[in-house]
């Protein structure tokens, strides 16, 4: 067998680890394990010190493997009670300090999405710095307070949403990897892979792209073929890092064969592209279309779990559910006392009662003074009864949204 045929990756049980593998990343029982960055296995005694910790599993890379006396780059003792980083620490802004830098963001970063793909229509060139340059601040933002950008992926133009789903997919990729506390740089490289991951389809026929009605199976091929499509534009970008082309190849791949276009399975599918893959069927299934009303995310995040472990990582998803909530920020809901509001902040140890910002009452058919209500401690007794759409009471919902986090 040539290295041709040995894939990338592999995701192998702690017990089938050897020294002089390399190791991609981990997974473990132990929440607080901590590995900083990737590298070898130098000995039988570290890998003793991995099963003390609670790894059960490791993502190696098989084209790497060497003679345990020539390795390089070896992978960090494991930290079973690694040092509060700063990702841990608390928000250094508020949600109101930082909701119209947000928007500024959005806006500029949709305004270079445009970019991107018109310039990748005439010339089939990417700039990846300006790219670089916008993921960067997306990933500022979420560190001074990822709720801000959270409420603005929530928002939805019909006619953009090719534009908006690849931003919201950043966005929505970073503030997942934030949760799971991986390295900043990681994270970074992240949400530009996310922000790239669907360039390939400006390259499709619009007919195709946009047609309406159910595509037939030539047409269905057409599609698929923007993953490819894009990787053969990003492969030609300099200095871009594999963990970016790998997010862009793997989005649509599933875990048990079925996805595409290489038709990869659970070992040989990294965590990044489990990830990328609950992200991006998320955000697509959310998003509002011209063809297609978005659902709510009650019902996207059962989807995910009803699929799950065949189409995703069961672990993940269960994560990526507690990471946004079951409300997640800038969910329109209605309350029991008739009040619209929109979802401003999670009581993590009560996921059913978090803070709603009302603006609006359904009884009255008029809007109300601005108020935030904590549905843990509401005198009222108030609670959510149900996730809304703006024109189920023909509102506004933007002009509301700015009023509510912005003006």
Do not use: W
């Amino acid at each position: 067998m040539t290295n041709d045929a040995v894939p990338s990756t592999q995701k192998i049980a702690i017990t089938d680890l050897k020294p002089g593998m390399y190791v991609l990343s981990i997974t473990s029982k132990n929440k607080s394990v901590n590995v900083k960055t990737e590298g070898y296995i130098r000995s039988q005694e570290g890998i003793q010190k991995m099963v003390q910790a609670g790894i059960t599993h490791l993502t190696i890379d098989p084209n790497k493997q060497k003679q345990a006396e020539k390795i390089d780059k070896i992978l960090p003792d494991i930290d079973n009670e690694p040092e509060p980083s700063a990702q841990e620490k608390p928000t250094s802004v508020s949600l109101d300090q930082e909701m119209k830098s947000a928007s500024t963001l959005y806006d500029n970063a949709k305004t270079l999405q445009h970019k991107i793909l018109n310039n990748l229509t005439e010339s089939r060139s990417i700039n990846i710095s300006e790219a670089k340059e916008a993921t960067d601040a997306i990933v500022d933002s979420i560190f001074r307070n990822q709720d801000a950008l959270a409420c603005m992926s929530r928002l939805r133009i019909k006619d953009e949403y090719l534009v908006e789903h690849s931003l919201n997919v950043s966005i929505l990729m970073s503030i997942f990897a934030k949760y799971l506390k991986l390295d900043r740089e990681l994270i970074e490289q992240l949400a530009l892979g996310a922000f790239l991951h669907d360039v390939g389809k400006v390259l499709i026929p619009p007919e195709v792209l946009h047609k309406p009605g159910k595509l037939t199976p030539p047409e269905y091929e057409i599609i698929k073929s923007h993953v490819t499509l894009g990787m053969q534009v990003l492969q030609d970008c300099p200095d871009l890092p594999e963990l970016v082309l790998s997010v862009v190849k793997q989005h649509h791949e599933r875990l048990d064969g079925t996805g595409y276009p290489q038709q990869l399975t659970e070992p040989q599918i990294s965590q990044f592209g489990r990830m990328i893959a609950i992200v991006d069927s998320y955000d697509a299934m959310t998003a509002e279309r011209v063809y297609k009303a978005g659902m709510h995310p009650i019902k996207a995040f059962k989807i995910l779990m009803k699929e799950s472990p065949t189409s995703y990582d069961n672990e993940l998803v269960e994560q990526f559910v507690n990471c946004l909530g079951i409300y997640p920020i800038g969910t329109l809901v209605k309350l029991t006392s008739g009040k619209l509001g929109l979802i401003s902040k999670l009581n993590k140890s009560k996921p059913l009662q978090p803070f709603v910002r009302v603006f609006y009452n359904t009884r009255l058919n008029q809007a109300i003074a601005m108020e935030e209500i904590d549905l843990i401690h509401d005198k009222h007794q108030d609670q959510i009864d149900c996730c809304i759409k703006p024109e189920e009471f023909n509102i506004n919902l933007l002009r509301f949204f700015k009023r509510a986090f912005i003006e």
